[in-house]
């Protein structure tokens, strides 16, 4: 009976009605592509970014502001000319004058600025916020990454305990007929009560395992459902992703350390650095902005009950010393600099450490998976000879159970040798940086960060997203 094992655990399927459409790889891994509440919040924060440049490009652009004001004033004015020698009138002796009374002063104005230099502060600015938003890119694609790669194992889990649980049950229904006979043969005096015994204790182990199987595959279905969206469903055997991965060691490192996101993303941070440095000494230049305004006021005081002012300036300013935060600023920055080039360093050695474990352990399965078969082959030969030998009393009972429980292991070997090749395939993708929704061809929309970018960059107002939040 265990002999229909084999196909079973080759096949790796969950227990599903055969009237469901088959879920495949590729169209679970596009659910997670589509719906993963953590890729899609990492897209978000890259929209975010987005929003970066083109508040650093506001720099380019006046500030224009209205200002108005209205109210109630008293005003008591006296106002004494002296005596002016020569001049006929009251002017030869000088005279006094004196007002007070209530008015009703009111004045609007509208003032603008245009910075016309700040030491290439905007400039640096912009290209700060650009390589901030390629640096949110990279991590968006080791977002993407991550959750392709933890969907696709979660689909081998949910293939790998859904086949051990049904070695598991048949294994029980062995049991079952293994004790069936032996008490059979007890009651007919060929054993002995130790016999029975002994397939009680293997019956009771076997459900023990069972047990342990359902509830790994009940915690591997929850892992299923959080990471890909839906419940799983006559999950469809899945295949490795070699021809996407480099075909040798050295050129897989290679790939990583040139093309995977958290080196690429690492190097974009060296670049933010670099541009805080120019930043930060763009407050050592001298600022010139252009400056005018007009306001018109009514009865600013008693006197004048209609004013007009308009102004233009050009303004200049030279700092001399403030204090040396300036120059502290610079210094600060610089050492991040060297701090984001050490930091590159770290990743592209993590990464290639992480493409050389992946590499081994895709080499690794894939030797598992042929010591597997073979395991499996001599575990069928020795339970048929075992059986053939204890019926010619060569053999014991408790010979026939080891002999079944070997011929199980070597199923349950098969079944995680299989998965183990699979996972290892899409580790190592992701580790050379290639495991992607457009890598892999899934039938999705790819989503294009730079068409958030595009629309909101050279918007000068507007308070919706483009989605029209």
């Known amino acids: 009976m265990l002999g229909v094992l084999l196909p079973m655990a080759l096949s790796l399927v969950a227990v599903a009605p055969s009237s469901v459409a088959a879920e495949t790889m590729e169209s679970a891994l596009a659910k997670a592509y589509q719906g993963n509440p953590q890729l899609n919040a990492q ?104 959750v392709l790669l933890a969907a696709a194992t979660a689909y081998m889990d949910m293939s790998r305990d859904s086949a051990n649980l049904e070695v598991q049950q048949t294994n029980i229904r062995v049991l079952q007929r293994t ?146 935060a300036e120059y502290s600023a610079i210094r600060l920055n610089k050492e991040n600099v060297g701090q984001q080039r050490l930091n590159v360093d770290q990743v592209r050695d993590q990464t290639r450490a992480n493409v050389v474990q992946a590499w081994g352990q895709l080499q690794a399965a894939k030797a598992q998976i042929e010591a597997a078969h073979r395991q499996n082959d001599a575990a069928e030969r020795a339970l048929e000879g075992v059986r053939n030998e204890a019926q010619a009393g060569q053999r014991t009972t408790l010979d026939v159970l080891n002999a079944e429980q070997a011929l199980v292991n070597a199923r349950v070997s098969l079944i995680v040798a299989q998965h183990d090749r699979v996972v290892a395939s899409f580790s190592l993708l992701s580790a050379v940086g290639r495991l992607s929704a457009r890598e892999l061809r899934l039938s999705v929309a790819i989503y294009d960060p730079m068409v958030h970018y595009q629309q909101v960059r050279d918007a000068w107002i507007g308070l919706r997203t483009p989605d029209g939040r």
């Open 179 to 324: 004790l069936k006979d032996t008490n059979n043969r007890f009651s007919a005096g060929q054993v002995t009560t130790t016999d029975v015994a002994q397939a009680e204790a293997q019956l009771a182990a076997g459900e023990a395992s069972l047990h342990a199987a359902e509830s790994a595959l009940m915690t591997t279905r929850a892992n299923y459902r959080r990471l890909i969206g839906v419940e799983p469903a006559n999950l469809a055997p899945a295949s490795p992703v070699d021809r996407l991965s480099p075909t040798t060691l050295n050129a897989a490192i290679a790939v990583g350390s040139a093309e995977n996101p958290s080196v690429t993303a690492a190097l974009y941070g060296v670049d933010v650095a670099q541009l805080e440095v120019k930043i930060a000494e763009g407050a050592l230049w001298p600022t010139l902005a252009l400056q005018g305004s007009v306001q018109q006021q009514a009865y600013s005081n008693i006197l004048t009950p209609n004013l007009f002012l308009g102004t233009a300036s050009v303004n200049l300013t030279v700092p001399i010393y403030q204090g040396g």
């Open 43 to 146: 897209r978000v924060i890259v929209r975010q970014n987005d929003e970066g440049v083109s508040q650093a490009l506001s720099g380019y652009r006046p500030t224009i502001s209205a200002t108005a004001s209205t109210g109630k004033q008293y005003t008591n004015i006296t106002e004494s000319f002296p005596p002016i020698p020569g001049v006929p009138g009251p002017f030869a002796t000088g005279f006094a004058f004196s007002d007070k009374g209530y008015t009703n002063p009111w004045s609007v104005g509208v003032s603008g600025q245009q910075t016309l230099f700040n030491g290439q502060r905007n400039a640096n600015t912009v290209r700060k916020a650009e390589s901030q938003v390629s640096a949110a890119r990279e991590t968006l694609r080791m977002m993407e990454e991550s």
